[in-house]
């Protein structure tokens, strides 16, 4: 997101303590946003570094190269000091697209070059769950691989450049969708509407579940690929939990800095759950070990990650790890939908077109069944991740989002 900043922010210096959760939150934010930035870990007692006092000052330090410096800021105040948090440009819109993982941007970039005005609104990073990997190598186009935050960053320039707005760093607090008016409140209290809406919320690392998880979160325990804490274990022996790309993609990457890198997997073998692209590399890798039956099923640790215990079989193992990268899927984010006739299956998953039963359009208002991606509200679409019964690919999320406009077309068309 570079091109948008003024060229005298950057490249920024963060300053830190070596661990912390509100370090880590920010590293993961700028590398996944492309950011250029140069970490620097000092002692809890230092008074100085690069010429800058620190004494009485809130650490982390974001230090910018005009001179600006923020202390102890959220990645909002950062994205806001870097002048990519705005308003949104208009109070009403043709479409709203909530979410700018693959499939937000997609919708985003074609319903904008097909002429409909287009409101993306993200409360993170640009790049959904897709932005947390290090190298996306199955990806149409693309022979040598591309990270998941270069692509988004691709993807988003070219929505900006077919006129769509993207409100960063905001989230709805409050939608209502009604007589074929969509109404999103954020969090500033603005308030924008549309003829339509796009749910491409996508879905968040599930946790282990285990006493303290949160405790080293961004203090040990990491989830996803780790791009932004890689280089930071340089000697190490690190731990991946899980068995589908996501982990394949954190152990590739992580054994390009660590000395050894564990994967664990609950399962009896990789063959059903990881391509066997990735899984052949990881066959080969020297310094990857695979634990096959096995479990993480305690952490430990002071103000940071020391001990894991793993369960291999049965059997119980206390090792020390001070890097526990946990890759193990996603639950939905569909917490918006509880306020809405939005009808979800089991697990939490938006249910469109014919997966709704019966029982689920009770409250349709129209004569014709919801289309292929639309949900139990008419005009009211999903695409991606957060959909149930997607296919949990980037590619897929891409061609969600891209369908999701067509049959958004056809639905402005009837509304008139």
Known sequence: ?????????????????????????????????????????????????????????????????????????????????LGWVTPPSRSAYDLIIHGAGPAGLSAAVYAASEGLSVAVVERDAVGGQAGFSSLIENYLGFPGGISGAELAERARRQALSFGADLVLMRHGIARTFKDHDVRAVLADGSEIHARAALSATGVRWRRLGLDGEREWEGAGIYYGAGTSEASACIGLHVYVVGGANSAGQAAMNLAAHAARVTVVVRGASLSSTMSAYLLNRLAVQPNVTILLHTRVVAVDGDDHLREITLDQAGATTRVPATHLFVCIGGAPNTEWAETTDVQLDSRGFVLTGVDLAPADLERWSIARPPFYLETSVPGIFAAGDVRANSVKRVASAVGEGAMAVTLIHRYLAESG
């Open 1 to 81: 997101m570079t091109e948008i900043t003024p060229g005298s922010k950057l490249p920024l210096k963060l300053i830190a303590d070596a661990d912390g959760r509100d370090a880590y939150a920010l590293r993961d934010y700028l590398t996944r946003s492309e950011v250029p930035f140069l970490s620097i870990s000092v002692p809890p007692d230092s008074r100085e570094v690069e010429g800058v006092l620190l004494t009485g000052r809130q650490r982390p330090l974001v230090l910018f190269a005009d001179g600006e410096m923020l202390e102890h800021p959220t990645p909002a105040q950062v994205a806001s000091a």
